[in-house]
């Protein structure tokens, strides 16, 4: 197989995998988003090897080259696309995670304020005062 038959393909193994990632962020699937994130990492050095392939082929080539390069910038261009999109996606999910948490220690505090102020008083405590 040519190798930007090979590189087409394993570009699409990417797509697809960044795909499943954005549903995975999108509901919260962590693991999930591990588990593509982790995929991706394996399928680079499969990327880069059939880039060196491409690069020895080219040379070799005349014409056709340059469409060939051309059909492979406009794949990384829509993948870079959509990895911008799922760290934006991410950026969105950590902001939205941080008004929660800064919500709930808010809560937590009032809670507390609540507590101290219904709280039966401690019985040691007046026994120590008085003696």
Known sequence: ?????????LYEEWKTLTEE??????????SEVDRCQE??????HHIINANENLARELKTMGSGAPE???SIRRKVDSLIVL???????LCQKKESVAVQLKELDRSSGNLRQIHKSY??????????SVS
Do not use: G, V
Not at 21 to 28: C, D, L, Q, R
Not at 83 to 89: G, P
Not at 119 to 128: G, H, L, Q, V
């Open 119 to 128: 709280a039966t008083p401690n019985r040691n405590a007046y026994f120590d």
């Open 39 to 44: 995929s991706k990492m394996m399928l680079k």
């Open 1 to 9: 197989m040519p190798a930007h038959h090979q590189l087409h393909l």
């Open 83 to 89: 990895e911008a999109a799922n760290a934006k996606l």
């Open 21 to 30: 990632e954005t549903e995975a962020i999108n509901h919260s699937f962590w």
């Open 68 to 70: 060939i390069e051309e």
